[in-house]
């Protein structure tokens, strides 16, 4: 065995060996994976083997296309059979609902460029003639499904790897993890030590064990998965002998089962609501290649509808039950990346679909290993992406609930209601009692949108528009008219101190730095000059900073700026979570309100738009920045948590006047679109330049070097691909959600990232990215956006139907 390695792998299951194999492809060849047991054990060796490309996030569903389309190279290469099964699947829709999710997924597929194809039950029976038409109204099919040979694939990865020049050592178990002082680690095995520069865990079932070693809870958990082999069915003989090919896959969202053609059978999986964690606190060292005990009657609901669905499985025998544990992540996708605050420590774990997801996985992991970047916008599987608030019973908790959720829809305005309340204000009970509805914003309860007395606070979830419809637009009207306030303590908040912090900023973002006493509005930027980030920045005072930021990106952003960290102490970070809360108060009464909690003057000549200042309000100690994301006048009145509820009844008692009203999170993002301001995690993702994104206001040039302006530089003399435009829909009942197609002349172009409707200029909008070559025609009507199967007129508008010169909010 080396004593020393460039990266060590940790687990030799299909994702380890995909990490081993991409790492080799991208160049790095001094790389070694140990497996405590035999490559497969753990959870791969009894996976049921299927692969599909259908992801809620698009962007997990483009990796999900990059497996599947591996297989045959893995095969030429390592010359071992993937036991591939290109048979194709059908998902069922038994309801109105379901079959509008069909709808939006195959639009998605369209921009993604999938094989999918929306069919008539009568359609779906030539495929598949084991299904009873009568239990559905429509389905999809997704030509590139099929299923393999687990532990064939496995091997392929791993010979593949080998071919590449990296090493395997099987029956070798890590016992501990070293980190030395220089960032690299010392790997102990029971067969000897490997110093390595980098450590990856793709440890599986034991990812938790892994993480502990170096003080890490990972949010993964597993659970017991069944599924069915059943003995010979006649009619599946029948199909494959005049048809010449296997039965279509099935997902049946209504008896929550797949179902696959296995040999002259079929595999009958489900997961089922009455569901089992196993081993929720220590997965055992001496588990290996062993199943669990079956519990047929668990199963029961699901197989009496699936028998009932599929008639030809009450005479099946069946010839095993097959019950293994497979992990999950609170959220159902992976978890992926280097992990915040342990330096060259990385993560492949929590990957449940492995044979749908594990070439993505390794391609992404590899890249960002070697490139400093992962190449894709893999968000929705960054590490990252779990706040110190997924602890291991959060995690126990939201688990059971996405693994009883599998196959069932998640409606837009659904909120989900496991381990909640997790993290609460000082106003939450207040928020009830007046009848806000809330939503889980990265672990923390904040308002939607509020019911007024006699109307249930509760949300009727629909893929259109629903009950809290008229209740949001009251809300925008209160505040545009006169004034609102609302709670925003959701937001990300950094303090940046010390006589280097200034420099340090100016070298990370893109715009300047403020004077004392100002606000700026920044991006930031990777190398590659993609968006990572989108600030609001103050400066109280000599080198002292604020920033504010958002609240699901600050471990993502906090693992950026330790990356850049000077090393002589010249600058101090803190993360201030939930040591800094606050409200916002704003529209054309906001400043009358402020002024009345105040000696200080706050007229509009004294206290400036893009201000920042220290004052106290209410008596409370407080920071006032003159900005809001209504777009509208108004303030964030920043303070400590103990002071909240008193800040809060106070704007209440001084707004009573002017007819103050509390909006939710829902009013807020209704007033930023008839701005056309853009929002994290939707319109700016790391797959856009900050030109594309119409940020060039706020990227200066001409400033000193930061990181990405060559790329920025180079995307602005080229104007780059695309372009974030706003669109007026001529939408019926339903606003875009964001994934949906965007059409140019019956073609699609683009696609939207966000929108809904703008409750005071009562106008359905979207933002989306098309090519810049198309975002010039202005015409009515000129694109079209495709909305739960409808073509929808869009046309492009330039300036922000709301106060487009922006006097609102510098008056």
């Known amino acids: 065995?080396?004593?020393?390695?460039?990266?060590?792998?940790?687990?030799?299951?299909?994702?380890?060996?995909?990490?081993?194999?991409?790492?080799?492809?991208?160049?790095?060849?001094?790389?070694?994976?140990?497996?405590?047991?035999?490559?497969?054990?753990?959870?791969?060796w009894h996976a049921a083997g299927g692969f599909h490309t259908l992801n809620g996030d698009p962007n997990v569903a483009k990796l999900q296309g990059y497996t599947i389309g591996l297989y045959d190279e893995l095969e030429k290469i390592s010359g071992q059979a993937c036991g591939l099964h290109r048979s194709g699947g059908l998902i069922l829709a038994d309801t109105k609902d379901r079959m509008d999710w069909l709808k939006m997924a195959h639009a998605r597929a369209k921009y993604l460029g999938l094989e999918c194809e929306l069919l008539t039950m009568a359609e779906a029976k030539k495929l598949n003639p084991l299904l009873e038409e009568q239990y559905f109204v429509g389905a999809m099919l997704d030509a590139a499904d099929g299923n393999l040979d687990p532990e064939g694939t496995t091997h392929a990865y791993a010979k593949s790897a080998r071919i590449n020049g990296a090493e395997i050592y099987q029956g070798t178990r890590v016992t501990e993890l070293v980190h030395r002082t220089d960032g690299s680690w010392d790997v102990i095995t029971e067969k000897g030590n490997i110093h390595a520069e980098h450590v990856v865990n793709c440890g599986g079932l034991w990812a938790r064990e892994l993480g502990r070693m170096v003080g890490l809870e990972l949010p993964v958990l597993a659970m017991e998965h069944m599924y069915l082999v059943t003995e010979e069915i006649p009619e599946v003989v029948a199909f494959n002998k005049e048809f010449g090919k296997e039965v279509t896959h099935i997902i049946d969202f209504k008896a929550e089962i797949y179902m696959r053609q296995e040999r002259t059978g079929l595999v009958l999986g489900t997961?089922?609501?009455?569901?089992?964690?196993?081993?929720?606190?220590?997965?055992?060292?001496?588990?290996?290649?062993?199943?669990?005990?079956?519990?047929?009657?668990?199963?029961?609901?699901?197989?009496?509808?699936?028998?009932?669905?599929?008639?030809?499985?009450?005479?099946?025998?069946?010839?095993?039950?097959?019950?293994?544990?497979?992990?999950?992540?609170?959220?159902?996708?992976?978890?992926?990346?280097?992990?915040?605050?342990?330096?060259?420590?990385?993560?492949?774990?929590?990957?449940?679909?492995?044979?749908?997801?594990?070439?993505?996985?390794?391609?992404?992991?590899?890249?960002?290993?070697?490139?400093?970047?992962?190449?894709?916008?893999?968000?929705?599987?960054?590490?990252?992406?779990f706040g110190e608030w997924a602890t291991r019973s959060y995690t126990n908790e939201k688990v059971r609930e996405n693994y009883s959720r599998r196959f069932s829809i998640r409606f837009p305005n659904e909120e989900l209601p496991a381990a909640r309340p997790q993290q609460t204000t000082p106003l939450y009970d207040i928020m009830r009692e007046q009848g806000a509805v809330m939503g889980d914003s990265w672990g923390l309860e904040t308002p939607l949108w509020f019911a007024p007395k006699g109307v249930e606070p509760k949300d009727i979830v629909s893929f259109r528009r629903s009950n809290d419809f008229k209740h949001v637009k009251a809300e925008v009207h209160g505040t545009r008219n006169g004034v609102g306030v609302t709670e925003i303590a959701n937001f990300a908040k950094y303090r940046f101190t010390g006589p280097g912090a200034e420099a340090f900023l100016s070298r990370l973002m893109t715009n300047k730095m403020p004077k004392t006493g100002r606000i700026s509005l920044t991006p930031m930027l990777n190398p590659n000059g993609k968006l990572i980030g989108d600030f609001t920045i103050g400066k109280l005072k000599d080198e002292t900073f604020y920033m504010w930021g958002s609240s699901q990106a600050q471990r993502y952003h906090m693992r950026w700026f330790e990356k850049y960290l000077p090393v002589d102490g010249s600058v101090k970070i803190e993360r201030l979570d939930m040591g800094m809360v606050g409200l916002s108060i704003a529209g054309p009464k906001s400043r009358d309100v402020l002024q009345a909690l105040t000696d200080e003057d706050v007229s509009n000549a004294a206290f400036k738009f893009m201000d920042i200042r220290a004052m106290d309000i209410a008596n409370c100690?407080?920071?006032?920045?003159?900005?809001?994301?209504?777009?509208?006048?108004?303030?964030?009145i920043w303070v400590a948590p103990e002071y909240q509820r008193r800040l809060y009844e106070k704007i209440m008692a001084a707004g009573k006047a002017h007819g103050i009203i509390t909006f939710g999170m829902r009013a807020l993002l209704s007033m930023r679109l008839e701005k056309n301001f853009p929002?994290?995690?939707?319109?700016?993702?790391?797959?856009?330049?900050?030109?594309?994104?119409?940020?060039?206001?706020?990227?200066?040039?001409?400033k000193n070097d930061f990181i990405g302006r060559d790329a920025a530089m180079e995307e602005k003399r080229n104007g780059g691909k695309l372009r974030r435009v706003s669109f007026i829909v001529d939408a019926g009942d339903a606003d875009v959600l964001g994934d949906e197609p965007i059409f140019h002349k019956g073609k699609v172009v683009g696609w939207v990232t966000s929108g809904g409707y703008a409750h005071y200029v009562e106008k359905s909008?979207?933002?989306?990215?098309?090519?810049?070559?198309?975002?010039?025609?202005?015409s009515a009507g000129a694109f079209e956006i495709e909305l739960i199967g409808e073509m929808r007129k869009a046309t492009i508008n330039v300036d922000p139907p709301f106060d487009p010169e922006g006097r609102r909010m510098r008056g």
């Open 271 to 385: 997961y089922e609501q009455d569901c089992r964690p196993w081993q929720p606190r220590q997965t055992p060292w001496t588990f290996g290649r062993e199943l669990l005990q079956p519990d047929l009657d668990r199963i029961a609901p699901n197989l009496e509808l699936g028998y009932k669905h599929f008639p030809v499985l009450q005479k099946a025998g069946i010839k095993r039950v097959i019950n293994g544990p497979f992990t999950f992540t609170p959220d159902g996708n992976p978890l992926v990346g280097p992990v915040p605050g342990i330096k060259n420590y990385w993560v492949a774990c929590g990957v449940m679909a492995g044979f749908s997801q594990g070439g993505g996985v390794g391609l992404a992991l590899s890249q960002w290993m070697v490139n400093g970047d992962p190449g894709f916008d893999v968000w929705a599987m960054d590490v990252a992406r």
């Open 1 to 44: 065995m080396k004593s020393s390695a460039q990266v060590v792998v940790i687990g030799g299951g299909v994702v380890g060996c995909s990490v081993l194999y991409h790492l080799t492809k991208a160049g790095w060849k001094d790389v070694v994976l140990v497996e405590r047991d035999i490559l497969t054990s753990g959870s791969t």
């Open 679 to 702: 929002t994290w995690f939707r319109e700016l993702r790391p797959i856009y330049g900050g030109f594309e994104a119409g940020m060039d206001r706020f990227i200066d040039l001409t």
């Open 621 to 636: 100690p407080a920071i006032i920045n003159r900005v809001t994301y209504t777009g509208d006048l108004g303030y964030e």
């Open 765 to 778: 909008m979207a933002q989306g990215y098309v090519p810049k070559e198309l975002a010039s025609d202005l």
